[in-house]
Each structure stands twice: as structure tokens, then as C-alpha cells.
């Protein structure tokens, strides 16, 4: 059976030598989830489209999905027995790619983000408000944006990001660790 852990502690130590930063928001409770199983020897984090699993490999963990969970999920196994156990769940439904993080420790190109901040005529830069954040989780392409917290509280306390905006809405947006493209709806 897949629990919710009452004590997320009691199975932190699965995810030791993990650095994450998504990770780390599951585990403190800032974004995202943990699961486990009731034995507490598989855990689960799961933020917006990632899933991290580790500890002892499960496949009744690995096929868990929470109530208003489905479709894609990138998983992430701690290690081939992972792996393993996702490719015996998911056969043909699974691919396995490589993904390629962005190094932890780096330097801001100043120069760069002040050509950010100056964006093209006819846009400007926002904080993302409670306005900006309720626009973001009602339209798909945006939604990873924000929908990491449960509720705006939770943004507003924990997280941070700003939009482009026109006349005609949310262009573009950024938060720390998510980035997006320009949508093709507002390309030429």
C-alpha cells in the first residue's frame, strides 16, 4: 500500500546524497509531495511532471499515481534496479533518455539579464500576483509555472517568477529551476 508518510524524516535518509533542488522542496514540504510505502523502504518525490524514486525498488510504487495525477511523468530512478522495476511496469509505455541538468553552482550573465529586463515594445516584465498565478494555472502551457505550490499562499510565501506580458496575456515566464520557451501561439 502507498502512503503519504506522516513523518517525512522517516524516509529522508532515501534520498540522501540526492541533490535536487526538487528534491529538497518535496522534502521540506515547500512544493510537491512524498509518498512511500507503508513499510517506508521506497519513497517517492513527486513535483508537477518529475517523479524521483529511491530507496528499495517497488513496482507497486512505481505504477502509483495520486488522485489528480495522469499522463506524462518523467521518472527518475535513483539507480538501475529503478530502472528495471519502471521498464517491468511500463514496458513499451517507457523510454529511457538521458537528461541533462544545469550545473548547481553558476555565475548570472549580468548583461544578459538586463536585456531581459528591458523587454520589446509593446511588452513589459510582472512579478507574478495572484492574478498572474490564477491566468498561469488556467491555461496548459503555463501551468508548470506556478503549479508546483498548492495555492497562491504558497506561492507568495515560497516561490517567485515573473511573466512578459502584452495586450494579449502571459507570453512568457520564469520561475527558479522551470524554464519556458516563447509559446507558439505568440510567435510569428
Given amino acids: 500500500m ?70 506524462f511523468i518523467i521518472m527518475v530512478p535513483q539507480n538501475e534496479g529503478w530502472a528495471q522495476i519502471i521498464k517491468s511496469v511500463y514496458g513499451r509505455r517507457s523510454a529511457l533518455l538521458t537528461r541533462y541538468a544545469t550545473k548547481k553552482n553558476t555565475v548570472f550573465d549580468t548583461v544578459r539579464l538586463r ?4 523587454p520589446p515594445e509593446g511588452y513589459r516584465i510582472e512579478m507574478i500576483g495572484r492574478h498572474i498565478y490564477e491566468a498561469c494555472l488556467n491555461d496548459g502551457w503555463s501551468r508548470d509555472l506556478v503549479s508546483a505550490f498548492g495555492s497562491y499562499k504558497s506561492f507568495s510565501a515560497h516561490g517567485i517568477g515573473c511573466v512578459a506580458r502584452c495586450v494579449q496575456g502571459v507570453q512568457q515566464g520564469s520561475c527558479p529551476g522551470v524554464k519556458c520557451q516563447l509559446h507558439s501561439s505568440f510567435s510569428s
Avoid at 536585456?115 to 528591458?118: F, K, Q, Y
Fill in 2 to 71: 502507498i502512503i503519504k508518510p506522516d513523518d517525512i524524516k522517516a524516509v529522508s535518509a532515501l534520498f540522501d546524497g540526492w541533490e535536487e533542488t526538487l528534491v529538497y522542496s518535496c522534502l521540506e514540504g515547500t512544493m510537491g509531495e512524498i509518498y512511500s510505502t507503508r513499510d517506508g523502504l521506497s519513497a517517492m518525490a513527486m513535483i508537477n511532471d518529475f517523479c524521483f524514486l529511491s530507496g528499495a525498488p517497488s513496482g507497486e510504487l512505481a505504477a502509483f499515481r495520486p488522485e489528480n495525477r495522469g499522463g
Fill in 115 to 118: 536585456n531581459l529586463a528591458a
